[in-house]
């Protein structure tokens, strides 16, 4: 079975900066784009940032010259930057990937979520 666990977070000032990590775990084929998506209350899940398998990098305008996105093929992690933290910036934010399955099927797998608090 396939998890993705989430690292990092937690209350942050503004300007501040702060490291995400993900890491797939179980047992898959391969992993093709990986990604992050953020949710505020009140608010729709929203991409962040993604990477593809080639090195790839998009991102939302809100966070592009402050975040970068970055993964590690060897260990299965994808990692997130966040720098010139913005109280707009606070959320909950998921991990996402698509796995081909050993079976060779593609799925869509997220995090739990971790929280991002940007306040004063």
């Known amino acids: 079975q396939v998890q993705l666990v989430e690292s990092g977070g937690g209350l942050m000032q503004p300007g501040g900066s702060v490291r995400l990590s993900c890491a797939v775990a179980?047992?898959?084929?391969?992993?093709?784009?990986m990604g992050w998506y953020r949710q505020a209350p009140g608010k729709q899940r929203e991409l962040v940032a993604t990477?593809?398998?080639?090195?790839?990098?998009n991102y939302a305008d809100s966070v592009k010259g402050r975040f970068t996105i970055s993964r590690d093929k060897a260990k299965n992690t994808v990692t997130l930057q966040m720098n010139s933290l913005k109280v707009d910036d606070t959320a909950v934010y998921y991990c996402?990937?698509?796995?081909?399955?050993?079976?060779?099927?593609?799925?869509?797998?997220w995090g739990q979520g971790t929280q991002v608090t940007v306040s004063s």
């Open positions: 990477i593809t398998s080639g090195d790839s990098t």
């Open positions: 996402n990937a698509e796995i081909q399955s050993v079976l060779f099927r593609l799925r869509e797998y």
């Open positions: 179980g047992t898959f084929f391969s992993i093709n784009t």
